[in-house]
């Protein structure tokens, strides 16, 4: 069973940065492909970035350029990096550990997701 709890969500002006953390316990955190996605009110929950444990990368259309996803293997920990934020980020930001073999189990982890409100 992997637990996932993320941190540095919060209010920001447009134009602003923030940068979310996710530290990962109870699993072997190399063995799964680390995301993020995210929620707005009304909407669903869609693919930010996601990182392999080789570092491969990838990123929604809509982010591509501003965020920079990025892991610490020793530390046990994915994180996000948002620059140039724009009202439409706002939303909730859940942190995901998807198996990356059938080998290590079928099952998605989730966190329990940090708001992020970008606004003037």
């Known amino acids: 069973q992997v637990q996932l709890v993320e941190s540095g969500g919060g209010l920001v002006q447009p134009g602003g940065s923030l940068r979310l953390s996710c530290v990962a316990s109870?699993?072997?955190?190399?063995?799964?492909?680390m995301g993020w996605y995210r929620q707005a009110p009304g909407k669903e929950r869609e693919l930010v970035a996601t990182?392999?444990?080789?570092?491969?990368?990838r990123y929604a259309t809509s982010v591509k350029g501003r965020f920079t996803i990025s892991r610490d293997n020793t530390k046990n920990t994915v994180y996000l990096q948002m620059n140039n934020l724009e009202p439409a980020d706002t939303a909730v930001y859940f942190c995901?550990?998807?198996?990356?073999?059938?080998?290590?189990?079928?099952?998605?982890?989730w966190g329990q997701g940090t708001q992020v409100t970008v606004s003037s």
């Open positions: 109870g699993g072997i955190f190399s063995r799964y492909i």
């Open positions: 990182i392999g444990n080789g570092g491969t990368t």
């Open positions: 995901n550990a998807k198996p990356s073999s059938p080998f290590y189990g079928r099952t998605d982890y």
